[in-house]
């Protein structure tokens, strides 16, 4: 009885560990530039995650995000990697981003 309760407890510590965001947390590539990824099951999680920690990476700075770049890829999950600054309010680069997506191919 004691093995069945274990091996469901592994069981279920296994799908959900599964499910989770895998993230690469925030990196600095530069003066005000920084870069995050993650991967999911779901694309508009895994694109949510990278954008969510964006924001809150620069908030905690005092700082307004402004997104440069973002590559997309997908295999058996979907992989987001964004590149973003940090700026201070009135900065004359925070403008309406055009920022680029990558899209790799399977």
């Not at 947390?25 to 508009?44: Q, R």
Request: proline share 4%; hydrophobic share 40%; charged share 25%.
């Amino acid at each position: 009885m004691k093995l069945l309760t274990f091996v469901a407890a592994i069981s279920a510590a296994l799908v959900i560990s599964g499910c989770a965001v895998k993230t690469s947390g925030v990196k600095k590539v530069g003066p005000d530039t920084y870069t995050v990824s993650a991967d999911h099951l779901n694309a508009s999680t895994a694109k949510a995650s990278v954008l969510d920690q964006a924001a809150a990476y620069c908030a905690d700075q005092g700082k307004e995000l402004l997104v440069t770049k973002t590559l997309k890829r997908q295999k058996v999950k979907y992989f987001y990697d964004t590149t973003f600054l940090c700026l201070s309010k009135g900065d004359p680069r925070l403008v309406s981003p055009e920022y680029e997506t990558t899209v790799e191919p399977r």
